[in-house]
């Protein structure tokens, strides 16, 4: 079979990275091979976001681009996949000639399927048909990166939530859980591939299993904690309204499990949490936060936050800072709200000028920054394990004594705090020397994203964090 080149580029969440190596997995057996150069390639797809209006345009604009490379090279196909395909379907072919094929959320596993036959006979084809039940999860996973040592298993799709300013239920259809043996086979398969760490993958994976009467999502956890070889768990979303005391209580119990969580609050006022549709109060999820503190004190806690939702005060802006000062995340994702065809909140009074969004944005952000440097001083002195994903060029002085973009290593603590290490002291070079292993580090710098540190234990010693004992580096 003639080998051609596949060229994917993706936008959004890691729902989306996920299925761009899903992607890669269905073509791989219809000869196409996986390239950077976009001008090369025989097929392009673009996986797109629609969670705001800019991600929106991103892919739009992304597209447009792709005109002119079809041009020079006419035999080329191009696929629009992602939320934005599953959301504009039939009028993305209509807006842009270039487009060739046009495939949905769900329509994954019919890609090959289509891509052949516009390979036969250079037709136009559009696939947004969506589903309840789950594919049947042939999981059909692509090849890893050289050297990658963390994987994202979905474990379930879509969202049942409706959160009033969301546009995923709408673009990913309702929520499905995988089978959990299917999930414990890819697990598998990764780990026998070199993976060390999974982070399993859903809108709201506390409510894994609930439909289909699988097991609960903390039964679920169990079983992953006990595959041999995998060093590290973790998960995202947790939604609040959901986060079980026996989830809670697996962060005590599991000693694979990352002491880390994100748990998205979006508001710290009950009344917009109310009219997001969000289903619980402030106080409920300041409860639960208290709860995970009892169960794992040094459990880091990050959040999503959306200022500027249609009627905010400044009053109910304060209190969402007053939430923030009084949890004091690891880190926050916060967003101006952006208006989404098909999410009710955008038939909403009461929006909120872009530069009052623009300034609220800002003055949350600045404080977060406050908060996550003093967190960071606060680690100074500390050794933590990281498991060590590879090495980065490096123009800091502290990392890289030469100062000159040299290699310096890079991992990340249980609590997902990436640290910088230097790749000296008789390890500099090798990349496979530490990439997948557990070493301690003493962390002695900190910056805006990330901290510094000094190798005080190689992978052979690294002090076992809980359950990275199982690893033999
Ligand atoms: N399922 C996850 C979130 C997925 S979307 C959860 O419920 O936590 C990621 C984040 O994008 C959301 O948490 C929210 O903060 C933000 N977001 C979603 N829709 C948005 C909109 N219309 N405008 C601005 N931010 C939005
Ligand atoms: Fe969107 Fe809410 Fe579902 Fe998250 S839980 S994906 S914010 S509808
Ligand atoms: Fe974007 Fe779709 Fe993910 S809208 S955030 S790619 S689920």
């Known amino acids: 079979m003639k080998s051609k080149l596949l060229h994917i580029s993706t936008i959004g969440c890691q729902m989306n990275v996920y299925d761009a190596d899903q992607i890669a997995g269905v073509l791989a057996p219809l000869g196409y091979t996986g390239t950077d150069a976009i001008e090369t390639a025989d097929l392009v797809v673009v996986n797109t976001c629609t969670i705001r209006e800019k991600a929106e345009q991103k892919a739009f604009s992304f597209l447009g681009r792709l005109a002119k490379i079809k041009a020079a090279n006419p035999s080329l196909i191009v696929a629009v996949g992602g939320c934005v395909a599953q959301q504009e379907g039939q009028a993305?072919?209509?807006?842009?000639?270039?487009?060739?094929?046009?495939?949905?959320?769900?329509?994954?596993?019919?890609?090959?399927?289509?891509?052949?036959?516009?390979?036969?006979?250079?037709?136009?084809?559009?696939?947004?048909?969506?589903?309840?039940?789950?594919?049947?999860?042939?999981?059909?996973v692509g090849p890893l990166a050289p050297g990658q040592v963390s994987a994202f298993v979905t474990i379930m799709r879509g969202c049942d939530n409706f959160c009033t300013y969301c546009v995923v239920p709408h673009v990913r259809g309702r929520e499905a859980s995988r089978h959990p043996d299917r999930i414990i086979e890819e697990i598998r398969m990764r780990v026998d591939q070199g993976v060390r760490e999974v982070t399993l993958l859903g809108q709201n994976v506390n409510s894994y299993g609930n439909k289909e009467g699988l097991c609960s999502f903390s039964e679920l956890l169990e079983r992953v904690n006990d595959i041999p070889g995998l060093g590290r768990i973790r998960f995202t979303t947790s939604h609040p309204k959901d986060l079980s005391d026996d989830l809670i209580g697996a962060f005590g119990r599991l000693k694979k499990l990352c002491r880390h969580i994100h748990l998205p609050v979006q508001s710290g006022d009950d009344e917009i949490l109310r009219r997001m549709n969000r289903r619980y109060t402030r106080a409920a999820y300041m409860d639960k936060v208290a709860r995970l503190r009892v169960q794992c004190p040094d459990i880091a806690i990050t959040s999503d936050m959306i200022v500027g939702f249609p009627g905010e005060t400044d009053r109910q802006f304060q209190a969402t800072l007053d939430l923030i000062r009084t949890v004091r995340y690891d880190g926050l994702f916060a967003f101006m709200y952006s208006d989404r065809p098909s999410a009710p909140a955008t038939a909403f009074s009461g929006k909120i000028d872009e530069r009052v969004k623009k300034a609220r944005l800002q003055t949350l952000l600045d404080l977060q920054a406050g908060i996550t440097a003093e967190k960071y001083q606060a680690m100074l002195g500390q050794v933590r394990t990281v498991l060590v994903e590879g090495t980065s060029r490096s123009l800091d002085h502290f990392t890289n004594p030469a100062g000159d973009g040299g290699l310096q290593w890079t991992g990340r603590t249980s609590s997902n705090h990436i640290v910088h290490f230097p790749a000296d002291e008789g390890n500099s070079g090798d990349k496979e020397l530490l990439t997948g292993a557990f070493a301690d580090i003493m962390i002695e710098t900190a910056h805006a994203h990330s901290l510094g540190g000094r190798l005080i234990q190689g992978p052979m010693g690294a002090t076992p964090e809980k359950g990275e004992k199982t690893i033999a580096a």
Do not use: N, W, Y
């Open 92 to 140: 993305i072919l209509k807006r842009m000639p270039h487009v060739d094929l046009v495939f949905g959320t769900h329509a994954i596993f019919r890609l090959p399927e289509m891509v052949r036959r516009i390979e036969q006979t250079r037709c136009r084809l559009v696939d947004v048909r969506m589903s309840d039940a789950i594919d049947s999860d042939s999981a059909l």
